[in-house]
């Protein structure tokens, strides 16, 4: 493993890891009108060799491998991992535990490179997106899900306004660190890509309603488990947690639809080719 993402790995392969495998089936269904935006942009195919880039819990992956491409789903997190390899459709894909930031997949290895919010997590981006541009071949395709602005992110944010009242959240990360933000500014995606060899490149804004539970006492255990708010409540204690749960409730039951609770969310769907 590349010990410059250590501290990423170790932050995967604790209770944050532990807690996307409780909840895969509520985010996989959260995170779906995205996921299935960038899955039809990227246009996996028969025949084609995939790499499914922070594959995680293994939901997109398994999708890409059912349109009969060869998919390697590569992640740092075990636990995510071993629950991915446990799932309807897992055999169809080639797991892999390593940091895709220094693996060595090989020169020209892949016809597509997918990921879902598993690419902003790198130490060095530069460095990460150097190493996948050798992986992929000349004129492969690229296909990235990645969050936009905290501010676009109402799903996100309103959970943060609410729980700074309650709990002490740290600092965000800046902008050329590890983040769930960290690819919202276009310029430093075109930049990183560019370096990494990638051309044709296009940011394309897809905003989405995201279904956080069917009510509010669901979505309230989403916000706590899912999103910025969650480890901060964790490290907050349980007492803590108890004093905020009302506020937060009473927030979420605002966006209660017929749907379930829904809050906006956006994404920038990134494609690109290799030159």
Excluded at 44 to 55: K, N, R
Excluded at 127 to 151: E, V
Excluded at 234 to 252: C, D, Q, S
């Amino acid at each position: 493993m590349n010990a410059i993402n250590a501290e990423q790995i170790e932050y995967w392969n604790g209770p944050n890891g532990a807690k996307w495998v409780r909840n895969q089936a509520r985010m996989d269904a959260t995170l779906a009108p995205f996921s299935n935006h960038v899955l039809a942009a990227a246009r996996p195919g028969a025949g084609e060799t995939v790499l499914d880039i922070g594959c995680g819990c293994g939901g997109t992956a398994i999708d890409i491998a059912a349109t009969g491409a060869r998919v390697i789903g590569v992640d740092v997190s075990r636990p995510m991992l071993e629950h991915a390899r446990t799932r309807p459709g897992a055999a169809a894909v080639d797991f892999v535990e390593a940091d895709a930031a220094a693996h060595d997949f090989g020169d020209a290895a892949f016809d597509l490179v997918f990921s879902r919010f598993g690419v902003m997590f790198f130490r060095d981006a530069d460095a990460a997106f150097a190493n996948i541009g050798r992986a992929t071949k000349p004129g492969g395709r690229l296909a990235l899900a990645c969050w936009r602005a905290l501010s676009e992110n109402p799903w996100m944010l309103k959970p943060v306004i609410v729980a700074k009242a309650f709990i002490e959240l740290p600092p965000r990360p800046g902008p050329e660190e590890p983040g769930p933000m960290s690819f919202a500014d276009p310029d430093r995606v075109k930049r990183i890509l560019t370096a990494g060899g990638f051309t044709d490149i296009e940011l394309e804004p897809v905003d989405r309603m995201l279904r956080l539970g069917v009510d509010a006492d669901e979505a309230v255990v989403s916000a706590l488990e899912i999103g910025p708010v969650g480890g901060a409540a964790r490290e907050a204690g349980p007492e803590a947690v108890e004093r905020m749960k009302p506020a937060l409730r009473a927030m979420l039951a605002e966006h209660q639809t017929d749907e379930g609770v829904k809050l906006p969310g956006a994404i920038w769907c990134i494609t690109a080719r290799k030159g």
